[in-house]
């Protein structure tokens, strides 16, 4: 079974330009959530779809942060404009259904300079 | 979500069992006590999850308490592939009309010593 696949790996912006990360999660899984993790701490949940829905954005900052899930598969999650403080490491993950475990993709390392 | 306390890091030496403490005194009665743990370079991965009695897996096991206020992850034979961050997280078993989140803390980071 494949895992989550998320792409870019690494990317290195310049502050206020904008970016977009992609996620696929494993095929069936109707929950996916976007976490962000700053170096040395835990991973926080910015967003949680129930397939094509958001079910949780309370911690997304919707002011430079959105996210979508288009017909309940791939997501995609866009900062703009970047600010040296959304450095971090993006994570997505999916699970069957809210309370099922979940399942990580390797994550996207944001640098912004 | 209850808080959790979990040790900043614990070192072990590679092929001896490791027991990865987890404190969790205000837990309520529907709270599930989770386990991910976090390789180098990688997203986390789910371990072991548990509510009253001890689990076991191919990956590990887990102890509770008695009186659930504690916990214990154990590692039976460490390998130099064990070393991670490895976190403890309660998770509400009441999924109710939206899910309960995992919440993250700083976790315990384990060094395995060959």
């Known amino acids: 079974e494949a895992g989550v696949a998320q792409s870019p790996r690494y990317k290195i912006i310049e502050k206020r330009q904008s970016v977009a990360f992609w996620c696929n999660p494993i095929s069936g899984h109707a929950t996916l959530y976007w976490y962000q993790q700053i170096l040395g701490q835990g991973p926080k949940l910015l967003i949680q779809?129930?397939?094509?829905?958001?079910?949780?954005d309370s911690q997304l900052p919707k002011d430079r942060f959105s996210a979508e899930r288009l017909k309940g598969v791939d997501s995609t999650l866009k900062i703009q404009p970047a600010k040296l403080e959304d450095s971090a490491v993006y994570l997505c993950?999916?699970?069957?259904?809210?309370?099922?475990?979940?399942?990580f993709g390797p994550g996207t390392r944001l640098t912004v300079t | 979500d209850a808080k959790t306390t979990q040790p900043n890091s614990m070192e072990s030496n590679e092929e001896e069992p490791v027991h990865l403490p987890c404190n969790h005194s205000t837990i309520s009665g529907t709270d599930y006590i989770h386990w991910y743990r976090q390789l180098p370079s990688q997203g986390p991965e789910y371990v072991i999850h548990g509510l009253t009695s001890n689990v076991n897996n191919r990956m590990a096991s887990l102890a509770i308490a008695e009186d659930r206020k504690s916990s214990t992850l154990i590692l039976h034979r460490a390998t130099l592939r064990d070393a991670a961050v490895y976190y403890c997280i309660l998770r509400d078993r009441d999924i109710g009309g939206s899910a309960r989140q995992l919440t993250f803390g700083s976790g315990t980071q384990l060094t395995v010593l060959p």
């Open positions: 779809f129930q397939n094509n829905g958001v079910v949780d």
């Open positions: 993950a999916s699970s069957t259904l809210p309370h099922y475990e979940q399942y």
